[in-house]
């Protein structure tokens, strides 16, 4: 009892959030609940991206019922890969990645040969929800297909890799990149096995990862290191995260994004509840940063001033960056 | 942020005072006990009338029964005659019961019973008495001999209650010439009273003879007489051969006044003997016999006013509060990952109908079998309600299996099963399938096995039998714990697998 006493005051004094005071003191505070479905849905996210001016995969088209699916050759078009997902979807389930066409058919990301009349069949299963949760009926997406930047080829394991920021309040408060591993089956979700690494908020530096709940220097599978890699664009990433206030008006999101080797970076989707392994990977407590920018806002709102995404990354640049390398 | 934060405190502190007085109220005004062991005394007094009829005259008796006015409240009174009318009426305060026959022959044998507790509720009833009466006529050396007797006594007196203890006390002296000529050579009790009584009446001081029967367990006795006088609040009892005062706890007030106890009419020898025993009562349902017996009822807004069959459902739903406390606890405080926020709850309940053991042993099984049934529907793609149905079919088609398999093997528990909620079992194979398969077997095993945990264990304190005595009885309780659960809800703490799962940050502090 004593050792969890010691334990909890430990953790209080590095700042560590935990799950009762992220939804306490964050998520029910800064998240109205009108505005989840603008990031539940991944059309209405991408709308009001595009039209806010932010960087996302293009959208090639939406099927939202059965007789839609006859269009689906007019919205591929001539090319040869893209991506078709639920719009509710979670877990990644109901995505169909197509990299290349064969022989009249389509090949996908991980070598699959399927007709035409299967991705039918999928969009099909899509559209009666069989991948959202809850079972509503569901839009399916279709859009341009990422391609991770080389950057990350030593440092994951299939799938692609994607950097999550947390934003509140339109400032980004920690940032880790998301590294899929043999274990987390391409995906990159932490709690299916996938590695955090925490990333510097000033300079794009990555630090140490954590793995299932520990901290880890090296890739599991590649044995590569995971710390010390450099970013590319990493402002880009920090302003592009910053804006997805104005964009969705939640208070306290997790931004998901990815570097497309041509696009740069582009963003995949918001979440409303973002986890808190985020600490782990970055090694520091999220509560005394979101404190930092509470006070922030407190000092802005009394003076009456609003910073743009452009001043409120250069202050958490400078508040939380640039932090020393550590040893071992 | 801050005024919702004092609103909130404000809410907690109303409901949880408004839930604390009110069950205070319960316990120290009302007097509801707050075990359901808590017993009470029963008293069972039996009088046995015993006389010889003359053979040819009618039969008349009249006997005193308790009035049952202030301290004891009778639940149950029977008369027991043969062949005799039973009437019962007041006469100034005391209570008669006449039996009558037209003819009886021989040795009579009639009984009276009656079963009584104490009262529950503490209010006290106004009484009227009188405060002054007339002398009673006294002459020659009597009446010299009284007066010399209360000369002293008015002297060392200083209220009635005084003068009344100190005339018994020298009535008591017998060694004072007075009190032998007053005594005449009887000094039986009743005599010394009738002396105390005269002495009194000549101060104007009213006193009354009291009999009394004692409240002891299988133990002869007859009835014991006290003295008493209303000092214009309440009556003051006197004990006539010490001048103690306070009537002891124990004592029965049976009748007032200078009357003999029976009477009989065409009957001679007459006799009653009295045989006393106790017994115990769980408390509250003393209480409610108390309560149909009077007009005190305290206990008609209370759950128990309800009938039966619907008492016995509200006891299992003001448990379902405590219930979801256990999860709530579990899930917020400690972090145990349940499925669902109330499926533990309901698992919990559905164990009362099979038992804890054999209930998990159920939900194992069928769970795992559904569970296998559900990934071969997931092969088929079908869309969720019609598989939700297919599920729930085959929950039942295997709810019903295993009740005819037990019962072929004489195993009557499997019956119980059919009671089994087969929603809850089909939710749970449904919630868990989505777990496995977005968060792989490990976390949904993990998820299954706490839920279980935790229906367990709120099952375990939803069965507490004192427990759900306890809050079916003052089910005012119940605010507070919304103030806990309140309170709850802006808890920011760690949960305690959270201090295990951070448990890497201390590592790296070493």
Not at chain 1, 14 to 30: C, Q, S
Request: charged fraction near 20%; proline fraction near 4%; charge should be neutral.
């Amino acid at each position: 009892m004593f050792g969890f006493w010691k334990t909890w005051k430990a953790l209080e004094a590095r700042g560590i959030m935990g799950i009762n005071r992220r939804n306490a003191d964050y998520v029910l505070k800064y998240n109205k609940r009108s505005l989840y479905p603008i990031v539940d849905d991944k059309i209405i996210t991408k709308e009001r991206a595009l039209a806010a001016g932010i960087h996302v995969p293009e959208m090639y088209g939406v099927i939202s019922t059965e007789k839609e699916i006859d269009k689906l050759d007019e919205i591929i078009g001539g090319r040869s890969d893209f991506v078709i997902k639920p719009a509710q979807g979670a877990g990644g389930d109901g995505i169909l990645v197509v990299a290349d066409r064969f022989e009249g058919r389509y090949r996908t990301v991980s070598g699959k040969i399927i007709s035409h009349e299967e991705i039918e069949h999928q969009i099909s299963s899509i559209l009666t929800g069989l991948y959202s949760l809850g079972g509503h009926r569901d839009r399916a997406l279709i859009e341009y297909r990422v391609v991770p930047d080389q950057i990350f080829k030593s440092i994951s394991y299939e799938g692609v890799p994607d950097i999550r920021i947390i934003v509140l309040m339109g400032y980004p408060v920690m940032a880790m990149l998301r590294l899929p591993t043999r274990q987390s089956g391409g995906k990159a979700n932490l709690h299916q096995g996938a590695i955090g690494v925490g990333v510097d908020l000033a300079t794009g530096l990555t630090l140490r990862g954590t793995w299932l709940n520990n901290i880890i220097t090296k890739h599991p599978d590649t044995t590569n290191a995971v710390d010390g890699v450099q970013l590319p664009n990493w402002d880009g990433f920090m302003k592009l995260a910053a804006g997805c206030y104005e964009l969705c008006g939640l208070g306290y999101i997790g931004v998901d994004m990815v570097l497309d080797q041509e696009k740069g970076p582009l963003i995949l989707e918001l979440n409303a509840r973002p986890g808190l392994n985020i600490q782990i990977a970055n090694d520091c407590g999220l509560t005394l940063r979101t404190h930092a920018v509470e006070a922030r806002l407190e000092a802005l709102n009394a003076a009456g001033v609003t910073e743009t995404p452009e001043e409120r990354v250069k202050f958490v640049q400078e508040m939380f960056g640039h932090i020393p390398p550590v040893e071992g | 942020m801050r005024s919702l934060t004092l609103h909130l405190k404000i809410l907690i502190t109303i409901l949880v005072v408004l839930g604390i007085s009110v069950t205070a109220y319960q316990i120290f005004v009302l007097g509801i006990p707050v075990t359901e062991d808590a017993t009470d005394d029963l008293w069972n007094i039996d009088a046995k009338v015993e006389f010889v009829a003359n053979p040819k005259d009618p039969v008349k008796i009249q006997m005193f029964v308790p009035p049952l006015s202030r301290d004891f409240v009778s639940l149950n009174e029977s008369f027991i005659s043969n062949n005799y009318g039973v009437s019962v009426n007041r006469i100034d305060g005391n209570r008669k019961v006449t039996w009558s026959a037209r003819r009886a022959k021989g040795n009579q044998t009639l009984y009276y019973r009656l079963v009584l507790t104490k009262r529950y509720s503490g209010e006290k009833v106004k009484v009227k008495g009188p405060t002054f009466r007339d002398s009673i006529a006294v002459e020659g050396p009597e009446k010299i001999a009284a007066e010399a007797l209360l000369a002293p006594i008015r002297q060392h007196s200083a209220d009635v209650e005084t003068f009344i203890t100190e005339a018994i006390k020298r009535t008591n002296n017998l060694n004072d010439d007075n009190v032998k000529l007053l005594l005449a050579g009887d000094p039986s009790t009743p005599h010394k009273a009738k002396i105390v009584e005269l002495l009194l009446s000549i101060a104007h001081v009213p006193v009354e003879k009291v009999h009394t029967i004692r409240l002891v367990a299988d133990q002869p006795q007859t009835p014991e007489l006290w003295l008493r006088s209303f000092n214009g609040n309440d009556w003051l009892y006197f004990n006539p051969e010490t001048g103690e005062q306070g009537l002891p706890a124990d004592r029965l007030l049976w009748w007032t006044g200078d009357e003999n106890l029976i009477t009989v009419e065409g009957g001679k020898k007459a006799m009653v003997t009295f045989s006393l025993n106790n017994s115990e009562m769980n408390a509250i349902r003393l209480a409610k016999l108390t309560d149909e017996n009077t007009d005190a009822n305290f206990l008609e807004y209370s759950l128990y006013g309800l009938p039966l069959q619907t008492q016995q459902t509200f006891m299992i739903m003001v448990m379902i509060p405590i219930g979801v406390l256990v999860i709530l606890i579990l899930r917020n405080l400690i972090g145990l990952q349940t499925l669902g926020t109330f499926t533990p709850v309901l698992i919990a309940l559905a164990f009362r109908e099979t038992q804890l053991g054999f209930g998990i042993v159920l939900f194992t099984i069928i769970t795992a079998l559904g569970l296998s049934l559900r990934s071969y529907l997931e092969h088929l793609k079908l869309q969720m309600l019609p598989r939700l149905s297919v599920v729930l079919t085959f929950v039942v088609v295997l709810i019903a299996a295993i009740s005819l398999f037990s019962h072929k093997l004489g195993l009557e528990r499997g019956l119980s099963v059919a009671l089994f909620p087969m929603v809850i079992l089909t939710m749970t194979i449904e919630r868990l399938s989505i777990t496995w398969e977005e968060r792989g077997a490990n976390h949904a095993l993990k998820v299954a096995i706490g839920t279980l945990f935790a229906a367990s264990l709120a099952h375990l304190i939803m069965s507490v039998p004192e427990l759900i005595y306890f809050v079916f009885t003052f089910p005012a309780i119940l605010l507070i714990l919304v103030g806990f659960m309140l309170a709850m809800g802006r808890y920011r703490g760690y949960r305690l697998t959270e201090l295990v799962r951070f448990k890497a940050f201390l590592k790296a502090d070493r």
